[in-house]
Nanobody, 127 residues
Framework: QVQLVESGGGLVQAGGSLRLSCAAS????????MGWFRQAPGKEREFVAA????????VYVDSVKGRFTISRDNAKNTVYLQMNNLRPDDTAVYYC????????????????????WGQGTQVTVSS
């Protein structure tokens, strides 16, 4: 059974930074793409970023490019999302998820291509 546990959310002022972590259980963490999604109140879940098994390939939604960085530490079974220059419209619950589609980066932006999800962590950015 795979478990994903997010942490690091909180309340921050606009322009501030947070680093989210997602710790995964299981011995096959290295084999999977890991992604971050977010969901704001009244909105659909939105892709944020994804990273392949080695960390050598990453994909971002346009709205976070240059501000957010996804990374992973396979020795710790953990994926990170460094969020800088946060804006009020970044406010959402952030979820990490695992995808088996490691060879097809065009699939990484689609939520249904992820098979395990964490419980989410709240990020609130005040203006």
């Amino acid at each position: 059974q795979v478990q994903l546990v997010e942490s690091g959310g909180g309340l921050v002022q606009a322009g501030g930074s947070l680093r989210l972590s997602c710790a995964a259980s299981g011995r096959t963490f290295n084999d999977y793409v890991m992604g971050w999604f977010r969901q704001a109140p009244g909105k659909e879940r939105e892709f944020v970023a994804a990273i392949n098994w080695s960390g050598g390939s990453t994909v971002y939604v346009d709205s976070v490019k240059g501000r957010f960085t996804i990374s992973r530490d396979n020795a710790k079974n953990t994926v990170y999302l460094q969020m800088n220059n946060l804006r009020p419209d970044d406010t959402a619950v952030y979820y990490c998820a695992r995808s088996p589609y490691s060879s097809y980066s065009f699939l990484w932006k689609i939520a249904r291509n992820y098979d395990y999800w964490g419980q989410g962590t709240q990020v609130t950015v005040s203006s």
